[in-house]
């Protein structure tokens, strides 16, 4: 009887999360949970599939900061004497454009510095690449810029400047520039929306990686200080859930390198979608079980019938005994 033809569908139910009602895990507001009012159960006819459907999202984050791990630098420098004096600046969190960026590392390394050393650190807007030169100090022989060696080689702002994570040294003469091109955004290709309701992904878009725990990647395509708008495709990334039943969401919002974004306290929403349908499993589910049901009722009349015949012939035996010790008259 439990056909999809009998199946009767249902609407689906929009579930709102706006970050100012969620609890921050971890102290983290890029990572927050939230207790739904009522529950949300499937029939026992019936799977959820859930996806992203809208998100109001302030571009209130920086592109540098010591939540995505790339704001520092650790520097050796180096006089004729051989003498040395090691440092690390910490680049204050910000979204900053490549001159503001150079103007401030520049006025950090020359702060830091106890050999008086000046520095001039360029951008050539030709090749998109940064250069670093020693202009004068006390007796300079070298600076180093220990993208590998320091202590912070996986919290450097080497990738921004366009530099491989590799050491660096340069003199008053000879000055080291980027391999690459300079990147502001540090890889971020879009911001990962992540979900404990993921489950099997049913319908794939361009974007959005099923199987790592993402309910959607939304681009980011807009300057800083704007607000991010995203509104679902025809065809959006749909997840299957394992669970019948929802009652608490998690949301965790990263970059590409699963550092948790901090909103820096401005609120944002998600609208996600839970729909309803058909289980095929479940035809199988009651099929099984009438199957059970009759090999069941089929073993239980076997038994029946053998203890039947069993008591039927010890009763024949009881009865030639009694015939047998009967005396004739």
Known sequence: MNKKENYTP???????????NGTSINNQDGNKFYNLISEIVARKDELIIIHLKKAFIPFSFYMLSSSRKNNKLDITEKKTDSSTNSYTITIPDGNYNITELLVKIKNLME??????????????NSTGKVSF?????????????NFSTGSNTNKNIHNIIGFSNTDIVFTTSSSATSDRIVDMADGLD????????V???VITTEIGDS????????PISLEPYSILYYNEFGNPFKHKLAQSSIKQIEIKITDSNDNIVDFNGLPYTFILEAEFIFNPASTLTIMNKNIDSEIALKNRLTMN???ANKIIKKINNNNNIDEGNRKPK
């Open 111 to 124: 702060t830091a510095s106890t050999f008086s050393f000046v520095y001039d650190i360029t951008f050539d």
């Open 10 to 20: 249902r609407l689906p139910i929009e579930i709102i999360l706006n970050s100012k």
């Open 199 to 201: 489950g099997v992904n």
């Open 211 to 218: 199987g790592s725990g993402e309910l959607l990647v939304i």
């Open 133 to 145: 030169l020693i202009v004068s100090g006390t007796t300079p022989l070298n600076t180093t810029i």
């Open 190 to 197: 879009g911001l990962h929306i992540k979900s404990n309701l």
């Open 305 to 307: 019938k053998g203890l």
